[in-house]
């Protein structure tokens, strides 16, 4: 690109990201104005303020950063248009389960913060702490990738340096979060969410004027129906949805939309468009690999830059390159404003409740300075949620089905055979990896790495997964047929349910209700905030 092209690109990019953060600035000033301060309760879950319009951009923004540009082209690379289908799919499902859960948790959990606080009801703070450490990985990853991608972008594609432009996100964002706080972050999520859709039409427009190249068959064999393609089948749902489970943002939206129906009605509409969104993305990365406009530099290509082959013309990459960039630096501003939100609810719910509001705002800044520097070492993208999906599959069964109810699940489901299923999945992935060492001809710590940090294998996630089952059912008949006749006499408490009535008789929650434990909204002053006509 030439160098003007790249100065241009990086000025306005740069002036976009800083005018948004100074708008969130503004509208949080002039909420504060008409509504007072907000309660450390409201800047982190902005309870019972969101309506369906907003909450389904959110859904859409919280989940479609910057890297949705290099991912899903990424994996179709390997996966084919099959595992591209599914990694579609999967990308959306998570949202639309979330959608119909968080209602189901708030009525476990009224006065929840986090998601932690309703594991820490439901099982104790043992197992409260370990699913807070798995939500930070795995939240601290995501926000990796994000900054990965971005700098990626800049860096690769543009061609010029990754820190400026991934400091300059990280400062703002980290800003106008500390100041505004979740409800702000669901505000500008629909202008960012605007201009993300926005890429996707350039994308659309640009390849079916400019995009002639021959398409040879029968289809390559990394495109076509393919192992990898067909694992996905199981790998795509299983990784994405306990990524999804284990991200406080999403869980968030589910804590601020003012009504169960319009809670419900927002994740259908945002896993719609996910779902969309990123098959478009991932199918521009196909075409470019099926026309051999791109090709690999070396067998440890991760395949970042896949999708810009199709912004090129006769190999010189030209100024839609350039609008892109502008448009997906603020894509990733919105993914990690919701990342830093959900991160210092995160900590705050499980580690530090009752924490002042300036001290939350002064961890949102903390927390972010050492992501952006991990950020800058350039690791490919797709291993990055590898190793999030996979660490996370191990617990996402034993934390969801402390959600049924009724005596028997209470007898089996418990805090310790709950902690104990997380536990033996995990070490499970380790003996696999242990085992196929030989097989691979690879040392254990090279095995560890290929099955934590580069194979989307479906024997691995359908081991963690079942393995959880495995492990919880193991402990609860230990627990039953041993612990419960020996000790129920000395410890009656910890063999009494767990689990709270689902509502008390002053809580409303159904329908367009207000949901908040009082009857009336969680904004301060008692009314439901209307943001200023500047949103959308």
Known sequence: MATTLVYVTYVV????????????????????????????????????????FRIAWSFYAAAMGSWTLFSPASYAYTAGWFGLLFYALASGLPILIQGFLGPVVQRRKPDLLSFTDYVNHRYG????????????????????????????????????????IVVIIGVVSMIYTAYGGLYISIITDQWQAALGLTVAAIL???????FRGPLPRPLPDNLAINEAGLSSIAVMPISLFSASVFSEAIWQRCWASASDAKLRIGAVWGAAQVTVLVFIFGFGGFLAVWSGL??????????????????????????ITAIVAVLAATMSESAIDSLQNAIVDNISGSFLKGLPLIWIRVLVVILSVPVIIVSLQGYGIINLFLL???VTTTSTLPVLLGL???EVIQRIITPLSALFGCW?????????????????????????HKVFFEAYDWRSFLLALGCSLVG??????????????LLKGVFPSYFEPRQAPATLPHQKFSGDSDRSPTGTSAYPGGAQPSAPKMAI
């Open 424 to 448: 033996f999945s995990f070490a499970s992935l380790i003996v696999w990896a242990y085992c196929m060492a030989g097989t691979w001809g690879l040392s254990f710590n090279d095995s560890m």
């Open 125 to 164: 703070r043992v197992l409260q702490i370990w699913v807070a450490l798995l939500m930070l990985l795995n939240m601290g990853i995501a926000m990796t990738a994000e900054y990965t991608a971005v700098g990626d972008l800049f860096e690769l594609v543009v061609g010029t340096e990754r820190v400026p």
């Open 13 to 52: 990019a740069s002036v976009v990201v800083v005018l948004f953060g100074a708008a969130a600035c503004f509208l949080t000033f002039v909420r504060h104005k008409r509504h007072g301060p907000d309660t450390p309760e409201f800047f982190l879950t902005a309870r019972n303020s969101v309506g369906t």
């Open 204 to 210: 659309i427009i640009w390849t079916a004027v400019t």
């Open 388 to 390: 999030a999906n996979l």
């Open 294 to 319: 791109w090709q690999p530099s070396g067998p440890d290509d991760p395949g970042n830059t896949i999708l810009f082959a199709l912004l090129n013309s006769k190999g010189q990459q030209i100024w």
């Open 404 to 406: 049924l109810e009724g």
């Open 472 to 485: 919880l059912a193991i402990m609860a008949a230990f627990e039953n047929l041993v612990l419960r006749p």
